[in-house]
């Protein structure tokens, strides 16, 4: 657990622990009638087997205070399974070893916030089912007059954990602020979310950017009185990734998405999870 910075931090992080669990993520996780695939599409039948980052983060894949895994992935899974007639079976593994854990046939299917890139493509088929961006994070009571990765950036004072995608885009708009005549961007760093969400509660920060569903996880399931400041940017799209040439699944899964996006399911789904701007429906 981080340290905590005061009273209000430890009152975010009690949120952070005890306000998101299993009961209130329920979504529909029994087979909803005759199975739609089975083997050699399938593992074992009558089971998806679903590769789940054991190294993951809120909102997409973690692991709650009773040690359940839960997430936005993790309900969008059982989703999938029962519009295909199966049952979630999660195998938690590394985030480096996803694909070799797919390959090694030990699971059917990733989904674990897994980028759909070029070189990912080579080896796994895709279907994307969310966005993955980044956010900028203001108060609710002061929001500083920020509109977004624009020049009312210039002369606030931001922050960003270090290394991140957040830290670049930020110094990239503060060498245009200046280029442009205005001052700078005031860019500070720190690798605790809960304690940057805090100073910008409190006046200390004016914005804290951040991966965008990390953003709207914080301000809906832990009470944090942040809000987004405009869409988010640099987006790309994550999916479930089968095995290359497992066209049965792959169309299957498609299928099964398209229902849960139908029936309203999908939006619930990521919306209660606060990354409804980062739907694959927007």
């Given at each position: 657990?981080?340290k905590?910075a ?15 669990s ?6 529909p996780s ?10 050699p599409?399938?593992?074992q039948?009558?089971t998806l087997?679903?590769c789940a980052?054991?190294?993951g ?17 993790v ?10 007639g199966?049952?979630?079976?999660f195998?938690?593994?590394g985030?480096?070893t996803l ?13 674990a916030?897994?980028?759909i ?6 080896i796994?088929?895709f ?9 900028i ?10 509109t977004?990765m ?9 922050m960003?954990?270090v290394?991140?995608t957040a830290?670049?885009?930020s ?10 005549g205005?001052?700078?961007v005031d ?6 979310p809960?304690v940057?969400i ?6 200390q920060?004016d ?14 399931k ?20 089968t095995?290359?040439?497992n066209?049965?699944l ?11 996006e139908?029936d ?6 990521v919306?209660?999870?606060?990354q409804g ?6």
């Amino acid at each position: 657990m981080l340290k905590i910075a005061s009273v209000a931090t430890a009152g975010l992080l009690a949120l952070l622990a005890t306000s998101c669990s299993s009961s209130d993520s329920e979504q529909p996780s029994a087979p909803s009638g005759p199975a739609k695939v089975a083997p050699p599409a399938v593992q074992q039948a009558g089971t998806l087997k679903v590769c789940a980052a054991n190294d993951g983060s809120p909102p997409s894949v973690y692991f709650d205070a009773e040690g359940e895994l839960i997430g936005s992935e993790v309900d969008l899974a059982k989703g999938i399974a029962a519009q295909l007639g199966l049952k979630a079976q999660f195998v938690p593994t590394g985030f480096a070893t996803l694909i070799p854990t797919l390959q090694a046939k030990q699971c059917d299917v990733i989904m674990a916030a897994l980028y759909i890139k070029p070189e990912r493509e080579a080896i796994v088929d895709f279907v994307p089912y969310l966005y993955s961006g980044t956010g900028i994070a203001v108060s609710k009571e002061h929001p500083a007059a920020i509109t977004g990765m624009d020049d009312s950036l210039c002369g606030k004072k931001v922050m960003v954990a270090v290394a991140t995608t957040a830290e670049s885009l930020s110094q990239e708009q503060s060498d245009k602020c200046v280029a442009a005549g205005k001052p700078p961007v005031d860019i500070n760093r720190n690798n605790k979310p809960d304690v940057s969400i805090q100073q910008v509660q409190n006046g200390q920060m004016d914005a804290y950017l951040d991966a965008a569903e990390t953003l709207g996880y914080y301000e809906t399931k832990t009470g944090a009185q942040i809000q987004m400041a405009g869409k988010p940017f640099g987006t790309i799209k994550i999916g479930a990734a089968t095995l290359k040439g497992n066209t049965a699944l792959h169309d299957a899964i498609g299928t099964a998405l398209s229902a849960l996006e139908a029936d309203g399911t999908y939006t619930k789904i990521v919306e209660q999870w606060g990354q409804g701007e980062l739907s694959i429906l927007k």
